[in-house]
């Protein structure tokens, strides 16, 4: 009896994860259409564990012509000085020129080739029902909804047919997925074998964190509320780099496809 229960609700936990990827999915297109502010610190933390230097600042996220558009807006939680603001909308004005007389033609291929890209690097989440082992833990209750608390442990056998997908099994961790919606409203995970990327140009310490949260916005998608990470890293195989990472996402905004973007020659236009 106590065995059958065991393996039902091993296979519950699975059937979850694997409805919540597919949700996770869909939801990924929709957020696309979606701008918003994201605020980045770091702390770097010198070889005692004390705060050694703090960076941060905002970029405000937009939809340009069919891409997004980094603009920088603060810098150490102060607006940018007017010379900085003056370069940062220059460059703004440069880009949305470019692709403002695009032909059709080039229009397409340039959002067809960021939709391929932007599908790529989110390829390998459809491989995570298949990289752990998962176990049903309990509930929890956020922000007014209930979630089903998971734990994952990486299956040894698993062999990742997704390039990305390697760095699967080098992770374990605790996630929070939303009752109603399959919705992954938290994620803590942790390193627990060394990670690289970047063609070995960096590598992730084994004991190193990665926390994140999302939010629900409009009544239709999710988005990452934070991202934390902790971490323990090499940077070119040489530079050690200890601290951690914090990002915050707000203002979140539908951007309407039929929405006029006006630069800064036309608004200084006289009437």
């Known amino acids: 009896m106590l065995v059958c229960a065991s393996s039902l609700l091993a296979q519950d936990a699975l059937e979850i994860v694997r409805r919540s990827v597919a949700h996770d999915q869909a939801n990924w297109e929709r957020a696309k259409n979606y701008t918003y502010?994201?605020?980045?610190?770091?702390?770097?933390?010198?070889?005692?564990?004390?705060?050694?230097?703090?960076?941060s600042e905002a970029e405000e996220i937009v939809i340009l012509y069919g891409e997004p558009y980094e603009?920088?807006?603060?810098?150490?939680?102060?607006?940018?000085?007017?010379?900085?603001?003056r370069k940062e909308q220059q460059k703004f004005d440069k880009e949305m020129a470019k692709r403002q007389n695009e032909s059709a033609e080039q229009r397409r291929k340039r959002v067809e080739s960021f939709d391929k890209k932007r599908r790529e690097q989110r390829e390998f989440a459809r491989e995570i029902p298949e990289a752990y082992?998962?176990?049903?833990?309990?509930?929890?209750?956020?922000?007014?909804?209930?979630?089903?608390?998971?734990?994952?442990?990486?299956?040894?056998?698993?062999?990742?047919?997704?390039?990305?997908?390697?760095?699967?099994?080098?992770?374990?961790?605790?996630?929070?997925?939303?009752?109603?919606?399959?919705?992954?409203?938290?994620?803590?995970g942790e390193v627990i074998d060394t990670v690289s990327w970047g063609l070995f140009l960096a590598r992730l310490a084994k004991g190193s964190r990665i926390f994140f949260e999302q939010v629900r916005v409009n009544d239709?998608?999710?988005?990452?509320?934070?991202?934390?990470?902790?971490?323990?890293?090499?940077?070119?195989?040489?530079?050690?780099?200890?601290?951690?990472?914090?990002?915050?996402?707000?203002?979140?905004?539908?951007?309407q496809t039929d929405s006029r973007i006006v630069s800064t020659a036309e608004l200084n236009k006289t009437p």
């Open 37 to 55: 502010i994201i605020r980045s610190t770091m702390r770097e933390r010198d070889s005692n564990g004390g705060i050694r230097k703090v960076e």
């Open 71 to 85: 603009k920088k807006i603060e810098k150490d939680g102060k607006p940018l000085p007017a010379d900085d603001q």
């Open 133 to 188: 082992n998962f176990k049903l833990v309990g509930e929890e209750t956020i922000g007014g909804r209930k979630a089903w608390v998971l734990d994952a442990t990486p299956r040894p056998e698993y062999q990742p047919r997704n390039s990305r997908a390697a760095m699967l099994k080098k992770f374990r961790g605790r996630m929070w997925i939303d009752q109603k919606e399959y919705q992954w409203v938290r994620m803590d």
């Open 220 to 255: 239709e998608v999710w988005m990452p509320k934070m991202v934390k990470v902790d971490l323990d890293a090499r940077i070119a195989l040489l530079k050690r780099y200890q601290g951690n990472i914090d990002l915050q996402f707000t203002d979140f905004r539908k951007f």
